[in-house]
């Protein structure tokens, strides 16, 4: 039996069609996938993320912990509500999972990761926890979240809340939450947009759903998420990262505090691979032929063979997009094999679209 969420009922009125997503019963769409991505690049859409895992972390060595367990450093956190995103690795390097983590105040952290690892991340989160004697990790089942994207997402939203609350919200930087004593809200999001992600007690978010609705934010499904988030360049946990890859291998070298000899969970591991070399780089793809391109196609490079990790039509654009690990050196053109036709793409930098605005340079428009 799929798991549901508190605004499983608001889909339904809103004439949803709902999929499996990792055990979910979540909405695809509620009508045209691309008029939802359209409408988030434009205006203002919401999304339904009540299935991302929330974990509360506090005790005096809440730090500590944080530090050991994940390979971004969450000592650079001082400001509260301030985020860091980071990856969560194994002893070989491997990615368990990306997350979100959030410094609201001394010795207390909220972490948001991913919902179709949640059984494996509390339990690493666990496993890791027993050395250290004044730590509580306390997963948060009684909360939901909304995802509010889009231009005028903040603009559209923010009269919902109190005249202390839009003060405290009208202040927030980019990545930074702040904390009221009925929800959390941050400046946060997966699609490249500005806007905000509210966390409030399960039985109030329907309400929230409903006033948003009001406000003239369009309800938007996983189907623009995933093109909102690709043309964004932001990785999908599962497609283009997972146990077997390492941040350096999947564009999130970015994201790995080496500067210091913090000895975090994963540190021998990349030491070695850096060390070593790294053999493959993680691009942006920009196909120049007729076609799509799609998750695991076969890329083939004039130092060997790479592969697509997620690839699909981008409406903002309007041309085939996909990310891609692929031999390390390689620029220019590459071919893609689709239906054993080999197509030509053209690698790029990423991000393709930052806040709507294609990021491609004008040849890469024309090609």
């Known amino acids: 039996m799929a798991n549901k969420t508190p605004l499983y009922q608001c889909h339904l009125d809103a004439g949803a069609r709902l999929v499996d997503f990792a055990g979910w019963e979540m ?3 509620y009508g045209s996938q691309i008029t939802e ?13 009540s299935h991302m895992t929330v974990v509360d972390v506090s005790g005096s060595q809440a730090t500590a912990y944080l530090q050991h367990l994940l390979a971004n450093d969450v000592a650079r956190l001082k400001v509260a509500g301030k985020a860091l995103y980071s990856c969560m690795l194994n002893e070989q390097g491997g990615v368990i999972d990306d997350l979100i983590v959030y410094y609201l105040r001394d010795n207390f952290y909220r972490v948001v990761i991913n919902s179709a690892t949640r059984e494996k991340d509390l339990a690493w989160l666990a496993r890791q926890a027993e050395a250290y004697s ?15 994207q889009g231009p005028r997402a903040i603009e559209k939203s923010i009269s919902l809340f109190d005249e202390h609350q839009q003060q405290a919200l009208s202040q927030l930087s980019r990545f930074q939450g702040a904390e009221f004593d009925d929800c959390f809200v941050a400046r946060t999001g997966y699609t490249g947009e500005d806007g905000f992600e509210i966390l409030m007690l399960s039985e109030q978010i329907a309400d929230l759903w409903d006033r ?20 964004a ?34 540190r021998p591991a990349l030491e070695a691979q850096l060390a070593a070399g790294v053999k493959q780089a993680f691009v942006g793809l920009l196909l120049l032929d007729k076609g799509v391109l799609r998750n695991h196609l076969r890329v083939v490079t004039s130092a060997g063979d790479g592969e697509i990790t997620s690839g699909s039509y981008s409406p903002t654009l309007q041309r085939s997009i996909a990310m891609a690990r692929i031999p390390a050196g390689v620029s220019g053109q590459v071919e893609v094999e689709v239906r054993n036709k080999m197509l030509k793409a053209k690698i790029v930098k990423l991000p393709f679209v930052r806040e709507g605005k294609s990021m491609l340079t004008n040849e890469e428009e024309s090609a």
Do not use: K
């Not at 360049?233 to 080496?258: F, H, I, K, Q, R």
């Open 37 to 49: 991505h359209e409408v988030v690049r434009s205006d203002a859409g919401m999304f339904d993320v």
């Open 134 to 148: 004044d730590l509580n990790t306390r997963f948060r089942d009684d909360v939901a979240m909304i995802a509010v």
């Open 233 to 266: 360049g932001m990785n999908l946990y599962g497609s283009d990262m997972d146990e077997t890859t390492s941040p350096l291998v999947s564009g999130l070298g970015w994201t790995v505090a080496m500067a210091d000899d913090r000895a975090f969970v994963g």
């Open 27 to 29: 909405p695809i769409n």
């Open 212 to 231: 948003l609705l009001a406000a003239g934010i369009e309800p938007c499904g996983l189907g623009a998420r995933d093109t909102l988030r690709l043309e």
